[in-house]
């Protein structure tokens, strides 16, 4: 972030109605969530074959798209990848400096 953005609301406004104008991504579940995994496995074993090391990031969301992505629960999706994988990952809401972080395009 820029001090110019995070000083301009405009910009701000500009940035949050993109975000929402993007359609929700669907909900994966069941045997699709399984074979996404299975994929993201076999896509991560293959960097660690070649010396590679993996981490999972999730940077912080707030307000309408941290509304938007309650409809993947972190215990369904978040630590199920980490654990099927077995790869680390940082949480945002983990760390109290980012848990509440209000980002300032959401």
Request: hydrophobic fraction near 35%; charged fraction near 25%; charge should be positive.
């Amino acid at each position: 972030m820029t001090p110019m953005f995070i000083k301009d609301s405009r910009l701000q406004k500009r940035q949050i109605d993109t975000w929402m104008g993007f359609k929700a991504p669907p909900v994966t579940k069941g045997d699709d969530l399984v074979a996404f995994l299975e994929e993201t496995k076999i896509a991560i074993n293959k960097i660690r074959s070649r010396g590679g090391t993996v981490i999972f990031v999730r940077p912080p969301s707030s307000n309408g798209i941290l509304e938007r992505e309650k409809r993947f629960p972190r215990k369904q999706y978040w630590d199920r990848l980490l654990e099927y994988t077995n790869t680390p990952g940082i949480h945002f809401a983990d760390y109290p400096a980012t848990a509440n972080l209000s980002c300032p395009e959401w």
